[in-house]
Structure formats: structure tokens, C-alpha cells
């Protein structure tokens, strides 16, 4: 039976990857779920938040994408589905795509459900 990959699709705008709401919780999930991955696409206008970003040692599982400024929420979603698209392609899996921001909550639970 063939694997489902669910990619969850989080939006950052002007905070660093560590402010993210969720964050450990995405980590833990992702660490014990080799077909869940994390794609963080960053809309942040700020130099040294960027700066930050690019270079944060991400857990593996998770991608980290710069726009290039603030393009509007639903353009972020879909420069990271443009992305996970040309790896679905390369494969042929099912995917679920989640899509949230920096400043939703997600509990343990939650994702596990």
C-alpha cells in the first residue's frame, strides 16, 4: 500500500523560525512520521530576521523558502506547493497538503489526530 505524504505549509512573516507557535510540537510529529514533512515559507521584510532564518539549523523533515518580501499569504502557499510538487513528481505518492501560519496552535493532539 502506498504512503500518503503530508506536508504542512506554515507562513512566517517578520518573526524568526523559533517564534513559531507550534513549532516543537511540528518537530516532534515530523521526527516520528517519516512522510510528514514541514515547509516553512517566509514572507519577513526584516534583514536580520531574515538573515536568522535562512541560516537556522532546521530539523530534518523541514524546508525553509524566502520570497523575497511580503507576497501576500496565498502567494507564499503557492511558491511551497510549487515546491513540493516538483518533489511529488519525482515520485508517485498521494499527498495531503496542511496549510497554517506562524501563529496557530497545534497541540500534540492535534497533529496526531
Request: aromatic share 10%; net charge negative.
Amino acid at each position: 500500500m502506498q504512503r500518503t505524504e503530508i506536508y504542512i505549509l506554515c507562513v512566517l512573516y517578520n518573526d524568526t523560525i523559533k517564534n513559531i507557535r507550534s513549532l516543537k510540537n511540528f518537530e516532534k510529529i515530523i521526527e516520528n512520521n517519516e512522510n510528514i514533512r514541514l515547509v516553512i515559507s517566509d514572507n519577513s521584510t526584516k534583514n536580520e530576521i531574515v538573515n536568522y532564518n535562512k541560516n537556522y539549523k532546521l530539523s530534518p523533515g523541514m524546508k525553509y523558502i524566502h520570497n523575497g518580501g511580503n507576497i501576500g499569504l496565498t502567494a507564499a502557499y503557492n511558491i511551497a506547493i510549487g515546491k513540493i510538487r516538483r518533489e511529488i513528481n519525482k515520485s508517485d505518492q498521494d499527498c495531503f497538503v496542511w496549510f497554517t501560519d506562524d501563529d496557530t496552535w497545534f497541540s500534540e493532539e492535534d497533529l496526531e489526530n
